[in-house]
């Protein structure tokens, strides 16, 4: 974010400082106001990316709510379906059970019919059919007149009652039959109701929890925005106190030529000091396969004593391990030094790849195509940078520090 122009005023104010304080002032001021102007770009940016990042949360607690209530509809379902389920299981038991009574009933039904067919055989004679008159009129006697209009009596009484039984029987089994089926029928369109229901709230869910992964990746996305640009903003801020700090201690040069020293060291993006470039290859050679990426890692002794490091945090710590002091984020990083091009780049150079955004991850160039720096999936690591996913994201940019 940074322009050139920014990074030459900031050498010539320090070249210049013991040449022409006044002129030295001019440039720092003109500096510091554009710094100003810089970091309140970024403070803006950044008050709107925390605004989308509380937005995002609102979303996510409002699709997370969504997915409880869900559920809850779900699992309520699930109860009605094992409900209606042992309900049609009941049924069925009912039916088989019905089916039995209804073979009873007919068993009952063909024996009183086999009564009434012995009856009738018992008023045959010689093969052929006798009527009830035909019984009546061959009384030998009054009294035989009277016993046999009794026992015809009681007879047809009977047959009638044994007609009513079958036909009360046959209605119950029916009115039975007609009732369970009605039930059976009943509960299995409940069922595929309820299944239909179901799988409509598992899709309801499904698409509620796509949209919670999707808004939890533009979280992450927004939160590591909104951490780079917390880093961008307190290294615009040191940079802006380094000045100030370099035009007080030349007013005091100025009243006072014996208190003057050369300052230049102190230089907000870089100051070196006695190291070398394999040194500070090397230094992190300590932490492969004994480090984790961790965001904003390796600004504090604690970090780094376990081998918390993120990309810039580690290529700042390395460079401070011999003396030379460089910003720790990616964004001052990428003003750093001097840009050369990547047919001259040499062991010691940083190097920058395009991921989530323009020189989003920073390594160290150590030779043969390949760097070192903390990777997310690694930790610090060397990775090579000519093929597969580091070759994809390298641009060129490269900036050597002197």
């Known amino acids: 974010m940074f322009g050139k122009k920014i990074l030459a005023s900031l050498i010539v104010s320090s070249s210049l400082l013991f040449a022409s304080p006044l002129l030295s002032d001019s440039v720092s001021a003109e500096t510091e106001s554009e710094l100003k102007q810089e970091r309140e770009e970024v403070q803006a940016k950044l008050a709107e990316k925390k605004a989308e990042l509380e937005t995002l949360q609102e979303e996510m607690v409002a699709l997370e709510d969504q997915i409880e209530r869900t559920n809850e509809a779900i699992e309520s379902n699930e109860t009605t379906i094992t409900e209606t389920t042992e ?138 925005l909104v951490r780079d640009l917390e880093l961008e903003a307190s290294d615009l801020t040191q940079m802006i106190e380094d000045i100030r700090a370099r035009n007080s201690q030349a007013q005091t040069s100025t009243s006072d030529p014996s208190q003057y020293t050369d300052d230049s060291s102190s230089a907000p993006t870089v100051s070196a000091g006695s190291g070398n470039t394999s040194n500070i290859i090397s230094a992190g050679y300590k932490y492969i396969g004994n480090s984790t990426y961790k965001f904003g890692g390796g600004r504090s002794q604690y970090d780094i004593s376990r081998g918390l490091f993120d990309c810039s945090g580690y290529v700042s710590w390395a460079f401070r391990q011999e ?68 070759a994809s994201k390298f641009s060129g940019h490269v900036r050597r520090v002197n």
């Open 87 to 224: 309900a049609i299981e009941e049924t069925k038991a009912e039916v088989t059970t019905l089916e039995e009574e209804i073979a009873n009933l007919e068993e009952d039904i063909e024996k009183r019919r086999d009564i009434l067919k012995d009856r009738m055989v018992a008023l045959q004679k010689n093969g052929g059919t006798v009527s009830y008159i035909e019984v009546i009129f061959g009384a030998e006697s009054f009294l035989d007149f009277i016993e046999r209009v009794t026992m015809i009596n009681k007879i047809t009484q009977s047959d009638q009652k044994l007609l009513d039984q079958i036909s009360e029987a046959q209605d119950v089994v029916e009115t039975k039959k007609v009732e369970v089926e009605d039930k059976l029928t009943s509960l299995e369109a409940t069922m595929e109701e309820l299944e239909l229901m179901q799988a409509q709230l598992e899709d309801q869910k499904a698409q509620h929890q796509e949209n919670i992964d999707t808004l939890t990746e533009q979280q992450e996305k927004s939160e590591q």
């Open 323 to 390: 003396g030379i002091h460089i910003p720790s984020s990616t964004s001052g990083l990428q003003y750093t030094g001097t840009k050369v091009p990547y047919s001259q780049v040499q062991p010691g150079d940083i190097v920058f790849f395009n991921t989530y955004k323009t020189n989003g991850h920073v390594g160290i160039y150590v030779g043969n195509g390949k760097f070192i720096g903390s990777q997310t999936s690694t930790g610090v690591a060397i990775a090579d940078m000519t093929s597969g996913y580091w």
